[in-house]
Nanobody, 124 residues
Framework: QVTLVESGGGLVQAGGSLRLSCAAS????????MGWFRQAPGKEREFVAA????????YYKESVKGRFTISRDNAKHTVYLQMNDMKPADTAVYYC?????????????????WGQGTQVTVSS
């Protein structure tokens, strides 16, 4: 059983930055991939970024490339999402997820555990 707890959400102006954190407990964190997804009101949950078990491979949604960076600290059992140059379209509830396989994926169905989500609001 893996428990995920996100933090770091909030309100930011367009062009600003936020860093989300997701602390994991249970399982062996350094063996599984992690991902970030988001869901805006009235929309489907969508992939944002993923990182493999070692941090050596990352994947991004096209619209966040160059603005968002996913990273992980296996010693702290934590994955991060640094969000820069934020836009109102980034407004959503952000979820972290654990994929017990090591490589990571953009498919939400690959993920085995989910956090409760943290709200991110970008004002124009």
């Amino acid at each position: 059983q893996v428990t995920l707890v996100e933090s770091g959400g909030g309100l930011v102006q367009a062009g600003g930055s936020l860093r989300l954190s997701c602390a994991a407990s249970g399982g062996t964190f350094s063996t599984y991939a992690m991902g970030w997804f988001r869901q805006a009101p009235g929309k489907e949950r969508e992939f944002v970024a993923a990182i493999n078990w070692s941090g050596g491979r990352t994947y991004y949604k096209e619209s966040v490339k160059g603005r968002f960076t996913i990273s992980r600290d296996n010693a702290k059992h934590t994955v991060y999402l640094q969000m820069n140059d934020m836009k109102p379209a980034d407004t959503a509830v952000y979820y972290c997820a654990a994929d017990l396989s090591p490589q990571g994926s953009s498919w939400s169905t690959q993920y085995d555990y989910w956090g409760q989500g943290t709200q991110v609001t970008v004002s124009s």
